[in-house]
């Protein structure tokens, strides 16, 4: 696997030195397996007020699967709802785009060092380690949201 090494770096950083790891207190608790891995993540987020106050985590497993939870500590706490959901779908297009999105300075300013990841996506087998933890927030995110009864979609007429 080539990756650009500045972005290898930071992945081995946020690897090495995890933003937020450990689970707190959360709203919702979700487990996510990756089986063709072996990657593993509990994780838990906390709303507050439609603020994400907290995204607390444990796992095991490959590099970019535990690097990716980091990045998304760093990068989602303190988002409003909406602001995380579009981020969220920003990563999700740039890891399923089988590497041919270069990430531009807009997608910079969005995905920080998320961006870090876009050589993944050339790699099939490796971008579901890195959208381990990020699926799991979605799932997490999208239980909070119902049990708060803010789910706008599921508003009965
Ligand atoms: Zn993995």
């Given amino acids: 696997m080539k ?3 500045m972005y290898q770096e930071l992945i081995l950083d946020h690897y090495k030195h995890p933003h937020g ?3 707190r207190e959360g709203d919702v608790e979700v487990h996510h397996v990756n089986p063709t891995c072996g990657d ?4 838990r987020v906390k709303y507050d007020d439609g603020t994400l106050t907290d995204v607390s985590y444990e796992g095991q497993g490959c590099s970019i699967s535990q690097a990716s939870a980091s990045v998304l500590n760093e990068l989602m706490v303190g988002k409003q709802v909406a602001e995380a959901q579009k981020t969220q779908e920003t990563f999700l297009e740039l890891m399923q785009s089988k590497g041919k999105i270069e990430p531009d300075e807009a997608m910079e300013e969005v995905l920080e060092d998320a961006v870090a990841f876009a050589g993944v996506s050339k790699y099939p087998a490796r971008v579901k380690c890195a959208l381990l933890s990020w699926m ?3 799932d997490a995110t999208a239980q909070a949201l119902e049990a708060l009864g803010d789910g706008a979609e599921r508003k009965s007429a």
Avoid: F, N, Q, V
């Fill in 3 to 5: 990756l650009d090494s």
């Fill in 21 to 23: 790891r450990g689970l």
């Fill in 40 to 43: 593993e993540i509990t994780l």
């Fill in 136 to 138: 799991a927030w979605k």
